[in-house]
């Protein structure tokens, strides 16, 4: 029997990103994923600005910038248009480059199995990790003392027992971890059956160079789609694509003509060579709880949902930063346990938020913008309502998820994932990077623990002396001001526990904010 503190359920990116966390924190994580290598399908490639801090504060962030595969003049969004892909009818979406000010590092975009390489990479200089590739799940028990994980070869007959203090099911939607440990998961009713293709096609970007500049990708919504998306991406530039869309219920490999499929959706015939072709069920899915006892759960084993919009694997990246550092904490006996509550508690509000404010919200937008419109029906209104349409698509600059009215953050409210971007330093939020006068920023200042900023604030600096955070002082003067507080406590995650001008016991901040 082998023992650890952490064992991971699932190496995709959510469990190699939390494996690293830990590991980084010295804890010792097995990983146990039944692949050898990652899988070549081109989904996840959207990466936000706050992945990239996530993927910077793991170490890796040069590496994953050289591993992209579309040349970095490619713009990062996308185009929506009427009817199929090739229209006379389409927009500019996405425009997530508009809240770069707010984040430390710019996004970027390549296929999942390349983050997933270049996270494997990493894990692999950390000694801490041990990785069990080629290994399936196979059984989860606990008691109050710890869990034990039974696991048994992929391709082979051997079987082994692991033991550890936590366990985290990052196995993805279908999660047999979930399962194992008792949690259930309550689903909206978007069961639509889904077609993933892949394939290879010069001419289609050939065509679409003739049409509009280049994008990386594009989403048709169509009056038969019933809001869904035909939903067309690039993986490089000029030969290869990823295709989702609804097919009717009960379609399989045998009765799909995918080509055919694919010059409907497109408009027109052209040439392609299809190298994938797959099925999933469209859903939204949220665990009604992530965590019983000392089993936890991670990414989309925690919640699933359409990719619309990038918050699939954007989100479970959160989910490894957020149960990480107090995993970690826990483990190193720097607070209580009751800490790890907190981890239910603001990322599964966050996810319902990002469920119903965002994703689902966009299908009943368009489901509602094609019932009333039709270029058949009235094409002059039709235009004029397309047209206005992309003002209402910058809604996407509300995403940003907070912890407002945690338990571990001062003040009220309620977690939530619409916000808007904003330079001041409010509890539970995300804290933007501004300015120091060393010529560093504060997100390059942040330690890897608690920072506590303080801005011509010497008595609440001396307070925290004494205490385990990176302390940083400075003027309260230049792009600092608009913090609008003298004083700020960050987490290791880099979002805001408490901001103020002022505080009586610095001590009891950091007690609240370790859910002491
Ligand atoms: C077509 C498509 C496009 C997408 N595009 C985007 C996008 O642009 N942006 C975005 O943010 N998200 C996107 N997503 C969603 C994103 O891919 C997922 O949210 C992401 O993969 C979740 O990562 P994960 O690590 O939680 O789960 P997964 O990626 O599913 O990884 C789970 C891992 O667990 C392993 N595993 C499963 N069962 C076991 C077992 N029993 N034993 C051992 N190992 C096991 C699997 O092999 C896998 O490696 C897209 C999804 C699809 C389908």
Redesign the pocket.
């Known amino acids: 029997m082998t023992s650890f503190d952490v064992i991971i ?9 939390l494996a690293i966390e830990l590991g980084q924190r010295g804890a010792n994580v097995a990983v ?4 050898e290598q ?2 070549r ?8 600005q706050r ?1 990239l801090e996530s993927i910077a504060a793991w170490g890796c962030e040069p590496e994953l910038r050289a591993a992209r595969v579309v040349p970095r003049g490619v713009a990062n969004g996308g185009l929506v248009t009427y009817g199929a892909l090739l229209s006379d009818y389409h927009y500019d979406w996405f425009p997530r480059e508009k809240v770069q000010p707010f984040y430390g590092q710019a996004l970027d ?1 390549l296929p ?1 199995y390349e983050t ?1 390489r270049v996270l494997r990479a990493r894990a692999a200089e950390i000694p801490e990790i041990t990785t069990f590739y080629g ?4 059984g989860l028990s606990q008691n109050d003392d710890g869990v034990t994980v039974e ?1 048994a070869e ?1 391709k082979g007959e051997a079987h082994k027992t692991l033991e550890a203090a936590y366990a985290v099911g ?8 979930r399962d194992a440990a008792g949690i259930t998961q309550t689903m909206s009713d978007h069961d639509r059956r ?1 077609a ?1 293709l892949v394939f290879n096609s010069t001419e289609l970007h050939r065509l679409l160079g003739e049409r509009y500049e280049e994008r990386s ?1 594009y989403n048709a919504i169509s009056p038969d789609l019933n809001g869904y998306w035909l ?1 067309l ?1 690039r993986v490089d530039l000029g030969r290869e694509w ?1 295709f ?1 869309a609804p097919v009717p219920e009960g379609t399989t490999e045998d009765c799909f003509d995918a080509e055919a499929f694919m010059h409907r959706a497109v408009g027109q015939e052209f040439d392609l060579e299809i190298t994938h072709k797959g099925f ?1 069920d469209l859903r939204v899915a949220l665990a009604d709880s992530y965590r019983v006892g000392r089993a936890f759960v ?5 919640h ?4 619309y ?8 990246f959160e ?1 490894a930063r957020n149960l990480g550092w107090k995993l970690a904490a826990v483990l190193q006996g720097k607070t209580v346990p009751g800490l790890l509550d907190s981890y239910d508690a603001e990322r599964r509000p966050v996810f319902a938020s990002t469920a119903r404010d965002f994703i689902e919200k966009f299908i009943e937008e368009d489901r509602a913008f094609l019932e009333e419109y039709s270029l058949e029906k009235d094409e002059v209104a039709f235009a004029k309502a397309w047209f206005a349409r992309p003002e209402g698509s910058s809604e996407i600059v509300k995403f940003e998820p907070n912890y407002e009215g945690s338990p571990i953050v001062a003040g009220d409210g309620q977690p939530s994932a619409m916000g808007d971007h904003r330079f001041e330093a409010r509890a539970g939020h995300h804290l933007a990077p501004r300015a120091l006068r060393d010529g560093r920023t504060t997100y390059e200042a942040l330690g890897d623990g608690f920072t506590f900023f303080a801005f011509d604030a010497p008595e609440l600096a001396s307070a925290m002396s004494e205490l385990p955070v990176t302390i940083v002082t400075d003027s309260y003067d230049g792009e600092r001001r608009d913090y609008a507080a003298r004083a700020i406590l960050v987490r290791p995650d880099g979002f805001v526990a408490w901001a103020g001008d002022s505080c009586d016991d610095p001590a009891a901040l950091l007690k609240m904010a370790t859910g002491a």
Request: aromatic share 14%.
């Open positions: 359920v699932g190496g995709g990116p959510v469990g190699m990103g146990v994923e039944r692949y990652p899988q399908v081109p989904k996840g490639q959207n990466l936000t992945t975009r999942q997933e290994w399936s799940f196979a696991i992929y990052c196995d993805g939607s279908r999660s047999a971890f889904m993933l990708f939903f991406g990823f989702h999933w991670a990414g989309d084993a925690a699933s949902h359409p990719p919009g990038g918050y699939g694997i954007n989100t479970g989910d």
